[in-house]
């Protein structure tokens, strides 16, 4: 296996595990970011149904507060607030679809009511991927590049070497002495052409005698 090849498959062996980590990473950040601007949202949503039954002694409607998703029962005891994820069978696609949703209690008069307020992700599933795409597709052209970039430079910096070994291997013994090494100014290369120097003299200086 040639050193440009071995190089590039080291390269590859550590890049692509950092990717993959890297996007995990990313994808789980951003997954948390969008779920507590939704918290968020419920939240605000919380407040202005609360805030009409202290003003009115009344459940609100959908209508009232424009909120689509909301659903009252009565109940018995009081809650903890809880939000969570859950699927709920959408009517018109007839599937199940991915919903955050906030649970807490609101009391008017003795009687105690469980309110749960729902926001749908299927937007934010939608932007997931589409952030998931393009982040997967940046990182294949990222990678492809820096592997592109690093077999060129590779190859034009090791040229020097594979000029030395080539006038190792045409030299004569007969015509040591007169080896004409290619310029380089990679200091490992002087070295590796100066140490050539010495061997050839002392191997050329044992077949004359």
Known sequence: MKLLTYTSLYYLAVTIPVCLIG??????????????EIDEQLEIRKMQVMDYIQRTAHLPDTATLEINSIFIRSGKHAIVEQTSDTLLLSPLKDED???????????????VYTITLLKPLVEKDDLLQI????????????????????YLLSRRLWHPFYLTLQRFNETKLDS???????????????ALQSGGDRMLKKIHEQYRN
């Open 176 to 190: 040591i002495g007169h080896e004409e090494w290619p310029k380089t100014s990679i200091v490992e290369f002087k």
């Open 23 to 36: 996007g995990i990473v990313f994808y789980v950040y951003m997954s948390r970011l969008l779920n507590e």
């Open 131 to 150: 952030i998931t795409t393009s982040i997967g597709i940046f990182f294949v052209l990222l990678l492809l590049a820096l592997l592109g970039l690093t």
């Open 97 to 111: 679809l991915p919903y955050r949703q906030l649970k807490f209690d609101a009391a008017i008069g003795d009687q």
